[in-house]
């Protein structure tokens, strides 16, 4: 049964870049971030089918930033090849999707998110990509602050590790900010919008 819902979402994919993805790298997190590649672009398909903003939201930073000066080492920098989508999301700027560099974890740090968001009439922000813990916890908490609820979709993150994430989902599926703030799947939300959760053939 579909739960008729008055919200206008928008999708974010939070830091699905290639320096992350780079074999060289060898990050943890890879193996379980390839997991949410199929989920993430049937989200991105139904949501461009309802009009709805899907937003890539990616690390640009410089090499002198301040987080740089303790244990992080610099990647994702702006304007470089590493800080680009991965190929293997269906981004696509000229079907309407909006790339939006963003200079540290929360998508809506000085990145003007929130009035871009407004002016689209949104009050709902399903967040997606990686990490579960840090950039897309960031960012779904920055929404609530911003006035707008948010969801954290469960299939559609991952962190280096799947304790770390299992864990970061457990601490949030009961808050006081509930149903404000919720975790759930990408197709318990498609279902309570109304779209398509069918996996592609």
Same mark, same amino acid.
């Given at each position: ?5 008055? @919200? ?8 699905? *870049? ?13 193996? &379980? ?14 949501? !461009? ?13 410089? !090499? #002198? ?5 303790? $244990? ?18 269906? &981004? ?15 998508? &809506?740090?000085?990145?003007?998110? #929130?009035?871009? /968001? $407004?002016?689209?009439?949104?009050? /709902? ?9 840090? %950039? ?8 609530? %602050?911003?006035?707008?609820?948010? *969801? ?8 280096? =590790? #799947?304790?770390?994430?299992? !864990?970061?989902? @457990? ?8 149903? /404000?703030? $919720?975790?759930? =799947? ?14 592609? !053939?």
């Amino acid at each position: 049964m579909v739960i008729k819902t008055t @919200e206008t979402p928008a999708l974010l994919v939070i830091d699905m *870049v290639k320096d992350t993805f780079n074999e060289k790298a060898q990050l943890p997190i890879v193996p &379980f971030a390839k997991k949410t590649f199929t989920p993430i672009n049937r989200m991105i398909r139904e949501f !461009r089918k309802k009009h709805w903003p899907v937003v890539f939201s990616t690390d640009a930073f410089h !090499r #002198e930033d301040f987080i740089f000066t303790g $244990r992080m080492h610099p990647h994702s920098l702006a304007g470089t090849e590493g800080a680009t989508v991965i190929d293997a999301l269906d &981004f696509s700027e000229t079907k309407g999707d909006y790339w939006l560099p963003k200079p540290r974890f929360s998508a &809506f740090f000085q990145t003007g998110l #929130e009035t871009w /968001l $407004r002016e689209r009439g949104v009050s /709902l922000c399903a967040v997606a990509g990686i990490a579960t813990h840090f %950039c897309v916890l960031t960012t779904v908490m920055d929404a609530v %602050c911003h006035n707008f609820k948010a *969801v954290l979709l469960e299939d559609c993150t991952a962190a280096f =590790s #799947e304790i770390v994430h299992d !864990r970061t989902l @457990e601490n949030y599926r009961r808050n006081p900010l509930y149903p /404000l703030l $919720r975790v759930m =799947s990408s197709t318990a939300l498609a279902s309570e919008l109304g779209i398509s959760s069918d996996h592609p !053939r």
